[in-house]
């Protein structure tokens, strides 16, 4: 039987490269890209296979799509749009050419990637894993361009999915807190008339703080691969530091319950409860009811619990 197949762009180092060695552990046939293929050379050296790709080129993504569809027979399992670039800068002092560029890597090439492989990824009925960012959800200061985004990949990643599930292609937003990525390799500065000079040492403590803080990317993307493949059907993994306030709260579901119990006693007979917490309804939002057929119509997510309490 041969191996499922793994395209992932951005190799050349941080997330995508442990990724791609990741999934090369897990016995996938992985597909490596960076812009140089000379950056790559040691996942080439245990068995990945190594492509060049700009992934803002239209030309570059058709060249790798054909050369993908040569080596698989125009099939692919995984699409793992890891390519990213940080922009860090005061919201009042963003250069437009950097907004451009923040937004061809981190959005455009995506769309790009995205409908580029998607005949394959169809063929394959696999998956497109969007490896999106905690600034997306929550915005943090001087991070006004690339928390705009990653939030409109989140938006994309969510339309995406409703669009290409009738053809049984499942997508994924990874979110990801502070990873030791190198994705803040860039030092800037604040301009000599900024308003923020006052500031400016908590500015530069600023561009690297998932750096110094953040989830050895090791570690990272063993858990990522793991629930990537995994036989539980995520639409959203959450994974990296700073994640606390979001993830689902053990502590919230054990109020729940106790409150259920005693609401069970008043009316006498059995209740169910579903608990949510996705990626919209980060507090969870509750349905109550004697019965377990219960849905929730408008969770977006599957991180649904069901909770059962008697009368006693």
């Known amino acids: 039987m041969a191996s499922k197949t793994v395209l992932i762009t951005g190799c050349s180092s941080g997330i995508g490269h442990a990724l791609a060695r990741e999934f090369k552990s897990q016995g996938l046939r992985v597909f490596a890209t960076a812009r140089k293929t000379e950056s790559i050379a040691d996942l080439a050296a245990l068995g990945i296979e ?61 769309m790009r990637m995205t409908q580029a492989f998607a005949p394959l990824l169809i063929e394959a009925q696999g998956t ?44 994924v937003n990874v979110v990801t807190g502070g990873v030791k990525s190198q994705i803040a390799r860039t030092f800037r500065t604040l301009r000599s008339d900024s308003i923020y000079l006052p500031v400016e040492k908590d500015f530069e403590r600023r561009l690297t703080h998932s750096q110094s803080l953040g989830m050895e990317t090791d570690k990272y993307a063993k858990s990522v691969v ?14 990296g530091e700073f994640l606390e306030s979001f993830r689902p709260c053990k502590v919230a579901l054990l109020m729940v319950h106790a409150r259920l119990q005693v609401m069970a006693r008043v009316v006498g007979h059995r209740l169910h409860a579903q608990v949510c917490h996705c990626t919209y309804c980060k507090h969870g939002h509750l349905l109550l009811g004697p019965k377990t057929d219960m849905t929730l119509g408008n969770c977006h997510d599957e991180d649904v619990r069901t909770i059962q309490a008697t009368s006693g």
């Not at 006004?144 to 938006?155: D, E, I, M, N, Q």
């Not at 999915?161 to 053809?167: A, M, S, T």
């Open 50 to 110: 190594t492509l060049p790709l700009e992934a803002t080129s239209s030309e570059s993504i058709e060249a790798l799509k054909a050369e993908i569809v040569s080596r698989t027979g125009g099939k692919l399992d995984f699409l793992v749009n890891n390519a990213g670039r940080s922009y860090t800068v005061p919201a009042l002092e963003v250069e437009m050419h950097e907004i451009e560029a923040t937004f061809a890597v981190n959005v455009f090439a995506v």
């Open 128 to 171: 497109v894993a969007m490896i999106g960012s905690l600034a997306g959800e929550m915005p943090y200061v001087f991070g006004s361009v690339y928390c705009a985004s990653k939030a409109a990949l989140h938006r994309y990643t969510d339309t995406l999915r409703l669009e290409l599930k009738p053809f049984k292609v499942r997508v």
């Open 226 to 239: 793991s629930q990537l493949t995994g036989w539980r059907q995520k639409q959203t993994i959450w994974e």
